[in-house]
């Protein structure tokens, strides 16, 4: 299985999911969990509490510029929260 989050308001002929399905073998489930408007701490908390359910092989994450200075990421302890 192959998690991914990306492609809102791409026409669908280019989406990264569907480009994707594609060029996998078919017994390869293919999930778009993108939430438009999600900075990357909300994606990971939808990845540990949604996501983790589906125990994916591959998990793609693709960042933004903007997502570099949208991110209410925060450090405690040396670690990202």
């Known amino acids: 299985m192959i998690l991914l989050r990306i492609g809102y308001g791409i026409d669908r002929r ?9 060029r996998v073998p078919n017994n390869y489930g293919i999930i ?3 939430i438009w ?30 997502d570099l200075y949208t991110t209410n990421l925060f450090s405690v302890n040396g670690g990202i929260h």
Request: aromatic content about 16%; charged content about 35%; glycine content about 2%.
């Open 32 to 34: 778009n969990m993108e």
């Open 14 to 22: 280019f989406r990264f999911t569907d480009r994707i399905k594609e």
């Open 37 to 66: 408007g999600y900075c990357t701490d909300q994606e990971f908390v939808v990845f540990k509490e949604k996501a983790l359910k589906y125990s994916p092989d591959i998990v793609c994450l693709v960042l933004f510029l903007d």
